[in-house]
């Protein structure tokens, strides 16, 4: 069974950083482009960052020069490095590749 596994959200200050990890349970990950999605309280998800699997990528207005969208297809891991965060990048985070979504890692970002 494919797995989606993430991990390095916690709590940071406003003007902090943080860096996600997603790593896929199956050396496949060079065929596939990538997307990173957040959830905030009663908000809908929304797409944060793309990577192609070419490594170009696309980011939402919002986090743009800010957040950072990487991959390591030898490693089938891709990063998420997330820097100046503010209070309202607070959501749960997701990875998503094809049809496998992970488990989501809660990103809290104090004022």
């Known amino acids: 069974q494919v797995q989606l596994v993430e991990s390095g959200g916690g709590l940071v200050r406003a003007g902090g950083s943080l860096r996600l990890s997603c790593l896929l349970s199956?050396?496949?990950?060079?065929?596939?482009?990538m997307s990173w999605y957040r959830q905030a309280p009663g908000k809908q998800r929304e797409l944060v960052a793309h990577?192609?699997?070419?490594?170009?990528?696309k980011y939402a207005d919002s986090v743009r020069g800010r957040f950072t969208a990487s991959r390591d297809d030898a490693k089938n891991t891709a990063y998420l490095q997330m820097n100046s965060l503010k209070p309202e990048d607070t959501a749960v985070y997701y990875c998503?590749?094809?049809?496998?979504w992970g488990q989501g890692t809660q990103v809290t970002v104090s004022s």
């Open positions: 199956r050396s496949a990950l060079s065929f596939y482009s």
């Open positions: 998503n590749v094809f049809t496998w």
């Open positions: 990577v192609t699997e070419g490594g170009n990528t």
